[in-house]
């Protein structure tokens, strides 16, 4: 446990990385990380997508670069072709995820917000994988109803990236797990939510925070409980559950 002189000397000493929620050590670990491994390896159209995001009012939303890296790596390790994204934003994990999948693979991505979209779309087209995105505005839940009313998508997604409202992962789980194929993977993003999950009931919080962070305790409690699936949380960014679908 940090010493509240620790903690203090962390707070201090947090860098301003967009998208930075690290839960390292120090910020100069991550610092370190980004520096030696991540920006280095980072694709062009990424890094202009990221510096484009940055400027944006709302980047907080932002999927980090060391992150955008994890998922572009597991993605290609898991051979990834047919894949769905909840939560575009300007589309930074989308276009790791678009640089992974191979040139026939495809995402369905869902954003209530097309505005944003269309900021980083210019960036995704100019990297020449637009064409594996579908994108669909509005909100996910009755797409995935439809998918499943359908009928003729249960099981057919390698891989899902959740990343929108935190209130509606448990609703979203309910319908993935029929989408996702067996042996696929659903990877729910923020489930450590700022490290507030540990934090006392009577802590000061960011009013979002303290709203979305029931859910987020709700949802781990959750998936751990589900006998469908494997998981695996990591320590990325603010946290993301992998869940392999075993049934
Ligand atoms: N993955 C994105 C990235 O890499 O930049 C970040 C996504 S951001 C954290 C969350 C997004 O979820 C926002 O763009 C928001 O408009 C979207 N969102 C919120 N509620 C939604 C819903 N019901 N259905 C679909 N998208 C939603
Ligand atoms: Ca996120």
Redesign the pocket.
């Known amino acids: 446990m940090a010493t509240s002189g620790e903690e203090q000397q962390s707070q201090a000493g947090r860098h301003q990385e967009v998208g930075h929620k690290s839960l390292l050590q120090s910020d100069a670990l991550y610092q370190y990380i980004l520096e030696t491994s991540v920006y280095p390896r980072e694709p062009e159209c990424m890094k202009e997508l990221r510096e484009l995001?940055a400027k944006h009012p709302w980047n907080i939303?932002?999927?980090s670069a060391d992150e955008g890296q994890f998922l572009n790596m597991l993605l290609k390790l898991i051979n990834a072709k047919n894949t769905m994204?909840?939560?575009?934003?300007?589309?930074?994990?989308?276009l790791a995820t678009a640089l992974a999948i191979p040139e026939d693979g495809k995402i369905l991505a869902?954003?209530?917000?097309k505005e944003?979209y269309e900021l980083g779309l210019p960036v995704i087209q100019k990297a020449g994988v637009a064409h594996k995105i579908d994108f669909k505005e509005g909100?996910?839940?009755p797409v995935l109803d439809q998918m499943i009313e359908d009928g003729n998508h249960h099981g057919s997604f390698d891989f899902i990236?959740v990343?929108?409202?935190k209130d509606?992962y448990i609703n979203y789980h309910k319908r993935l797990i029929e989408l996702v194929k067996v042996g696929g993977l659903i990877g729910y993003d923020n489930t450590l939510w700022n490290g507030s999950v540990v934090a006392p009931p009577d802590a000061p919080m960011r009013k979002y925070v303290r709203y979305y962070r029931d859910f987020v305790l709700e949802l781990n409690k959750a998936l751990a409980a589900d006998p469908r699936i494997e998981i695996c949380m990591l320590p990325v960014g603010d946290g993301i559950t992998l869940c392999r679908r075993i049934q």
């Open positions: 995001t939303m932002t999927t994204e909840i939560g575009v934003y300007t589309g930074y994990s989308l869902m954003d209530i917000n944003n909100p996910a839940l990236f990343d929108a409202d509606n």
